[in-house]
């Protein structure tokens, strides 16, 4: 059974707080590869585990042990290790030494791979409620879409609406689209959807024509450019909160600078 060793996983690792850890372990199990992380790095992020871990005991070394059955393989756990050691996000050139989905690679986005773990650990966030995670995941897709001044690919679309529940980065994306959406959807009728969809998921539609249409409003009754019409926010995507319910970042102070938005 292979163990993940910080090595494998990137050069440039730091230890983020607490300043001072012990040298209790605990052991991800995901699949058939194990991942060890400081026990103390851990709970300074989640207090406990979600039920999608299995807890064991590790009655030797008296270490805790989740198990984690997925189909989509240990990245995301990778990924999250990465993450823990370093507070920043594994590149494309460090994702392609690891096993990865191949639609991954797909998309006009200059770091494909980035955006699709990136994506993948928002949500692993949620479900393991990590909301520092969170708001790291979202600051890295807001400015890396800022900069290219595209909305996501259909790829990441369909990745981000897999999940049921509502979410920042879902408002994200849509707002994005509806910025910068550069297809006419004004010929497609709502019986046409599913055939004509191009890829795109029928909820993420639903909720694009809505916004499309306050948009629009907003556009006649002001008489501003579309595109003016709209300025993201980054504050209006983060879920600003810790374990400790504690305001995670600067994007949401009234001294917000253009650094945090999309005009």
């Avoid at 590790?58 to 059955?69: G, I, T």
């Avoid at 990778?78 to 370093?86: A, E, F, P």
């Amino acid at each position: 059974m292979p163990t993940t060793k910080l090595s494998r996983l990137g050069d440039g690792f730091k230890v983020g707080s607490p300043a001072s850890i012990s040298d209790k372990l605990a052991h991800f199990q995901v699949n058939d590869e194990v991942f060890t992380i400081h026990l103390d790095l851990l709970l300074d992020l989640v207090s406990e585990w979600p039920d999608l871990f299995e807890f064991t005991h590790d009655d030797e070394n008296r270490e805790p042990h989740y198990s984690y059955d997925c189909d989509d393989g240990p990245y995301v756990v990778r990924g999250l290790v990465y993450w823990i050691y370093t507070r920043d996000f594994p590149g494309d050139e460090t994702i392609r030494e690891w096993d990865y989905p191949e639609e991954w690679d797909e998309g006009e986005e200059e770091e494909p791979l980035a955006c699709s773990l990136v994506i993948e650990l928002y949500f692993f966030g949620w479900l393991m409620q990590i909301g520092r995670l969170l708001d790291e995941a979202m600051n890295f897709l807001f400015f890396q879409y800022k900069k290219q001044r595209i909305p996501p690919s259909v790829g990441r679309i369909n990745q981000i609406y897999e999940t049921q529940h509502t979410s920042g980065l879902k408002d994200f994306c849509v707002d994005m689209h509806t910025k910068w959406c550069i297809i006419d959807w004004s010929a497609l009728g709502i019986d046409q959807l599913d055939d004509e969809s191009g890829g795109y998921p029928t909820a993420f539609l639903w909720d694009f024509f809505v916004r499309m249409g306050m948009r629009n409003y907003k556009t006649a009754k002001d008489g501003s450019s579309a595109e003016n019409c709209m300025v993201l926010k980054l504050r209006d995507y983060h879920e600003h909160w810790d374990k400790r319910m504690e305001l995670l970042c600067p994007c949401g102070s009234p001294q917000e600078g253009i650094h945090f938005i999309i005009e």
